[in-house]
C-alpha cells in the first residue's frame, strides 16, 4: 500500500501492474514445508473404476476419501508436510475433513474429461493440481502452452 501511494501505477487496472503484483505476492506468501508427502485420492476415473468392480455404489468413494483423511491425519500427528490430493467430485467432504486435520491440501483444478479449466474461486488453503498432458501427433498449437489471465502456463487436460 505504501509503495502504491508513495508512487501510484500507471495500469488503472492494478492486478496489472507488474510491481504491485510482485509486492503483493512476496508480501502476503505463506509458509511452506520443506517436504511433502501427500496421498493421492484425486483420480475420479480410477476411483470409479474400483468401485464399479467391487460393486459398491459411487457414492461410497466419499466415505472411502474421509476415511483415507483420517489415516493420514493420524500419521501426520500434525506435521504441515503431509497432505491429501482430492477431487472435487467425490471428496467435498474430505477436503473440508482434512482443512480441519491441518493437511496441505491439493485439488484438481481441471474439469474431469474436458480439456478445460475452471478456477474462479479458490480456497487459500487449497493448491491447484493442474495436469499438462499433449500427445507427441498432437497439432503444434494443441502442444504449446497457453497463457492465462493469471499468468500461468499450461493446457488443461
Request: avoid cysteine; proline fraction near 6%.
Amino acid at each position: 500500500m505504501q509503495h502504491f501511494l508513495q508512487h501510484g501505477s500507471i495500469e488503472r487496472a492494478l492486478r496489472k501492474d507488474p510491481e504491485l503484483n510482485h509486492l503483493h505476492w512476496v508480501a502476503t506468501r505463506r509458509p511452506a514445508p520443506q517436504s511433502i508427502v501427500a496421498l493421492a485420492m484425486d483420480e475420479r476415473a480410477d476411483l470409479e473404476a474400483a468401485a464399479d468392480a467391487a460393486g459398491a455404489a459411487r457414492e461410497r468413494i466419499s466415505v472411502f476419501n474421509a476415511l483415507a483423511v483420517e489415516a493420514a491425519a493420524s500419521v501426520a500427528h500434525g506435521d504441515p508436510g503431509f497432505g491429501m490430493m482430492l477431487n472435487g467430485t467425490y471428496g467435498r467432504e474430505a477436503l473440508a475433513l482434512a482443512a480441519r486435520h491441518g493437511l496441505w491440501l491439493a485439488r484438481a483444478v481441471e474439469r474431469p474429461g474436458t480439456q478445460e479449466s475452471e478456477l474462479a474461486e479458490w480456497p487459500v488453503h487449497q493448491t491447484v493440481k493442474f495436469r499438462y498432458l499433449h500427445r507427441p501427433d498432437d497439432p503444434e498449437e494443441a502442444r504449446l502452452p497457453i497463457r492465462t489471465t493469471w499468468g500461468v502456463t499450461g493446457r488443461a487436460s
